[in-house]
């Protein structure tokens, strides 16, 4: 909450989109992120309000996660891994 006052300011004050991520933790134990973006509305040359939107990025983050661990096996891993043809 705190976060998203400083965006918001920051908003109004420099007329400046801004994208953020943010991790949200929920009461069975899971963490949802969202990529969240706010940005001026502008009239008469004046900040007058600011649009908000959220996007849930957590499967995203869940294959980002993964393909970081394969990326650390293969560099890791003691025998060579040729890769042929395309992904």
Sequence with gaps: QNRLMMVLQKVFEEKASITYEIEVPI??????????SVGP?????????????AVDITKRKEVEER???MARLIDQSPIS???????
């Design 27 to 36: 009461p069975d134990g899971r963490v949802l992120y969202f990529e969240n």
């Design 67 to 69: 393909l970081l661990i």
């Design 41 to 53: 509305i502008e009239k008469d040359g004046r900040v007058q309000s600011a649009m908000f939107v």
């Design 81 to 87: 891994i040729v890769v042929t043809g395309s992904l």
